[in-house]
């Protein structure tokens, strides 16, 4: 069972353009939202977190909106660059250490 | 990759034989984890450790077994590989002024192919 579920799997964007990506989850303990960056052949880095207490949270053209009411949240990615083709993955935490990601969205910039 | 080295790279190996996974960190971060991606499973937690000899199982723990005998050092054992154990296996690390599981850090992955 899925804990965190991603959506859209696939995604293509032309350049400049606004690149959105949502989660949904269940569990209300979840403490600690993160976004993951992936680029072929590498490792997950972190890319942008957020808390529940909070309902936005944007570092340069990356923002993450949260819904607690509705237990969902979106990564935007604004001015969408061909350099930000890679796959993103949302994650929740609940207690310490218990990472939970979901399935992956695969982006695609379009020069 | 934040001072993470993961060994092999690449490894094949049949069903039924043993095989060990090494993750070499030089940040002393106190938590390490293990985590194995899979396409429509996105990261899956194995097994982590909270400091020397302390460890703890994950979402899909099953058939693996993991050590830390040095703070740098987190070894992940198949102990009798099955081919569903086929996949790109991470390390990562979290420094210790975080609860655990807040920025973490990953290695460049594993390729283990179980045939």
């Known amino acids: 069972q899925q804990q965190v579920k991603q959506s859209p799997q696939s995604l293509i964007v032309q350049k400049g353009g606004i690149s959105i990506i949502n989660c949904a989850y269940e569990n209300t303990a979840f403490d600690y939202f993160p976004w993951y960056q992936q680029f072929p052949g590498k490792g997950p880095a972190l890319l942008i977190a957020i808390r529940p207490d909070v309902s936005e949270k944007k570092e340069g053209r990356f923002t993450i909106s949260f819904n607690k009411s509705a237990k969902q949240f979106s990564l935007h990615i604004m001015d969408s660059q061909p350099g930000d083709s890679a796959t993103y993955f949302c994650?929740?935490?609940?207690?310490?250490?218990?990472?939970?990601f979901g399935t992956g969205t695969r982006l695609t910039v379009i020069p | 990759d934040a001072g993470i080295t993961q060994s092999p790279r690449h490894k094949v190996t049949e069903t039924g034989t043993p095989v060990t996974l090494r993750c070499h960190q030089t940040e002393n971060h106190r938590y390490m984890y293990w985590y194995r991606q899979d396409p429509g499973h996105g990261l899956r937690l194995i097994h982590y450790?909270?400091?020397?000899?302390?460890?703890d199982k994950g979402e899909v723990s099953d058939g693996y077994s993991v050590s830390r005998s040095k703070t740098e050092d987190f070894l992940l054992t198949l102990e009798s590989a099955t081919s569903s154990q086929t996949s790109v296996y991470f390390c990562?690390?979290?420094?210790?002024?975080?609860?655990?599981?807040?920025?973490?850090?990953f290695g460049s992955g594993t390729q283990l192919s179980v045939l």
């Open positions: 994650a929740a935490r609940f207690g310490a250490n218990n990472l939970f």
């Open positions: 450790s909270y400091g020397v000899k302390d460890t």
């Open positions: 990562a690390i979290s420094p210790a002024r975080d609860r655990g599981g807040e920025k973490l850090f």
